[in-house]
Each structure stands twice: as structure tokens, then as C-alpha cells.
T-cell receptor, first 116, second 115 residues
């Protein structure tokens, strides 16, 4: 069965600190996809990144970077020089890609609080 | 372009009443998903529509829940005889429906409160 674990319930940092959000997943499939979504106080889930299981290359987008390691089944998300606007709940999610139907299995989320 | 829209944004109802929640997917997206977000259960999948195929209802929690999608576009989630445990945020997502690497884009959700 698929499972996503986000062990960090809440993280508090001060602006400009770097912060890493952990995500560990379980799946029996060799083909799968990993996602990160951001949920700001407004409530809407905002897509951040998608990664497929065959691409372990790390990715950087501005202040965001992602570290995908199949050996440890982890897909961690780092925010560099955090800002108050980064305050949100961040969800890691997994889907299996064998079929067209790809329900997302979400972790429980990590609430990030960035104070000025 | 326009994103996924949902209505109403908030719905308060009394226990035992029926409610209908609406989702308008992104134009051109053939796949549509409903999820539920509650404090106790987190984010959980409810139902999936892809084009004209029969929906996958494997996530619906009881037979009081049903959904339809008309003309391959707008979807309505219906909850009959609402219970207090149905209180949650109901999220709709749509995607291109590609076989494989596909991304779901979410709407703002409908917050349902059952008194």
C-alpha cells in the first residue's frame, strides 16, 4: 500500500533562515510520482513540483529546492532564506502511474511558520 | 487562464439535510477528482472521473455520497442525509488525464459545516 509520512507537524523559523521539510514514502511500484503542494491560509492547494521515479536529479527553483533519494525513499523540500509569505502547510503526495487513474495519497502536512 | 472553481465556498446545513457541491474544472482537463480534508482524516480521495469512462468511486465513505459529471465538464458531489462527521473541506481537482505523468490542480474548496 502507498503511504506518505511527514514526521514534522510544525516548524517555526525566523525570516531568512533555511528550512527543510521531510517526506518519506512507501510504495511497491517501480513507477510512481511525487508531488509537493502548498496550502496557504486561504486554503487552496497550490502545486509546487512533480517528480517521477526515474528522475532522481535534484531540482532548484528560486529559493526552493528538492532532494529526491530513492535509496532512502525520501523527497525532501528545502526553502532557502525563508520569508513570511512562505508560512503555510506543505503537503507531500504520492501517486502510482501505471494507470490513467492517479489518486494522490497525501502526507499529514507540515505547518511552517515564518516570523519576521 | 481560469483555474478550478468550486461553489459554494461555504455551506452550513442541518443534520439530515442533503447538500450539493459544485466543481468547474480547468477547460480542456478530462480528469476530475474529489478529495475531502478534515482534521481527523487529513486529505483523502473520494472519487475520480476520466472522460466518458465510469467513475472510480473507491474512496466514497458511504452510500450517502454520490457524484456525477455532466458533459465531461462540471461535476456535482451530493451528500444525502448529512451527518456531523461529514463536516470538512471538499476539494476538487482537475488534470489533463494523461496516462502517467499528470498533475492535479486544485480548486479553493467548499467548507461544509453540519450542525
Amino acid at each position: 500500500a502507498q503511504k506518505v509520512t511527514q514526521a514534522q507537524t510544525e516548524i517555526s523559523v525566523v525570516e531568512k533562515e533555511d528550512v527543510t521539510l521531510d517526506c518519506v514514502y512507501e510504495t511497491r511500484d517501480t513507477t510512481y510520482y511525487l508531488f509537493w503542494y502548498k496550502q496557504p491560509p486561504s486554503g487552496e492547494l497550490v502545486f509546487l513540483i512533480r517528480r517521477n521515479s526515474f528522475d532522481e536529479q535534484n531540482e532548484i527553483s528560486g529559493r526552493y529546492s528538492w532532494n529526491f533519494q530513492k535509496s532512502t525513499s525520501s523527497f525532501n523540500f528545502t526553502i532557502t532564506a525563508s520569508q513570511v509569505v512562505d508560512s503555510a502547510v506543505y503537503f507531500c503526495a504520492l501517486s502510482e502511474g501505471r494507470r490513467g487513474f492517479q489518486k494522490l495519497v497525501f502526507g499529514t502536512g507540515t505547518r511552517l511558520l515564518v516570523s519576521p | 487562464g481560469a483555474g478550478v472553481s468550486q461553489s459554494p465556498s461555504n455551506k452550513v446545513t442541518e443534520k439530515g439535510k442533503d447538500v450539493e457541491l459544485r466543481c468547474d474544472p480547468i477547460s480542456g482537463h478530462t480528469a476530475l477528482y474529489w478529495y475531502r480534508q478534515s482534521l481527523g482524516q487529513g486529505l483523502e480521495f473520494l472519487i475520480y472521473f476520466q472522460g466518458n469512462s465510469a467513475p472510480d468511486k473507491s474512496g466514497l465513505p458511504s452510500d450517502r455520497f454520490s457524484a456525477e459529471r455532466t458533459g465531461g465538464s462540471v461535476s456535482t458531489l451530493t451528500i444525502q442525509r448529512t451527518q456531523q462527521e461529514d463536516s470538512a473541506v471538499y476539494l476538487c481537482a482537475s488534470s489533463l488525464g494523461l496516462a502517467g505523468d499528470d498533475t492535479q490542480y486544485f480548486g479553493p474548496g467548499t467548507r461544509l459545516t453540519v450542525l
